[in-house]
Nanobody, 128 residues
Framework: HVQLVESGGGSVQTGGSLSLSCKVS????????MGWFRQAPGKEREGVAT???????TYVDSVKGRFTIAIDRAVNAVYLQMNNLKPDDTAMYYC??????????????????????WGQGTQVTVSS
């Protein structure tokens, strides 16, 4: 299993920025697809951004142009830079690893069902 530890959440006002980090327990970033998901109270979990082993990112439409997913393989970490935050971005954000997927050949985000290991989450709150 892969252990993942998220950090970087917090509270910001609309238009602000936050940078989330996910430290991964092994060199999963070299071989696995990684992703960021979020879940707001009363809502279903939603894929935010995924990045495959080739470094190809995909984003949910609502964050395109505002969020950036990135990998630093030297330190086994995955990041989510979030700019121009909106109240609708308020949620618990989770980092996840898909151990059975390297390069993603499908279209759009890698579905959550393919992700095997999940972090504990970090809270992001955006006030208007």
């Amino acid at each position: 299993h892969v252990q993942l530890v998220e950090s970087g959440g917090g509270s910001v006002q609309t238009g602000g920025s936050l940078s989330l980090s996910c430290k991964v327990s092994k060199d999963a970033t070299n071989n696995y697809c990684m992703g960021w998901f979020r879940q707001a109270p009363g809502k279903e979990r939603e894929g935010v951004a995924t990045i495959d082993s080739d470094g190809n990112p995909t984003y949910v439409d609502s964050v395109k142009g505002r969020f950036t997913i990135a990998i630093d393989r030297a330190v086994n970490a995955v990041y989510l830079q979030m700019n121009n935050l909106k109240p609708d971005d308020t949620a618990m954000y989770y980092c996840a690893a898909a151990r059975r997927i390297g390069r993603w050949i499908g279209s759009g985000l890698v579905p959550a069902k393919h992700f095997d290991d999940w972090g504990q989450g970090t809270q992001v709150t955006v006030s208007s």
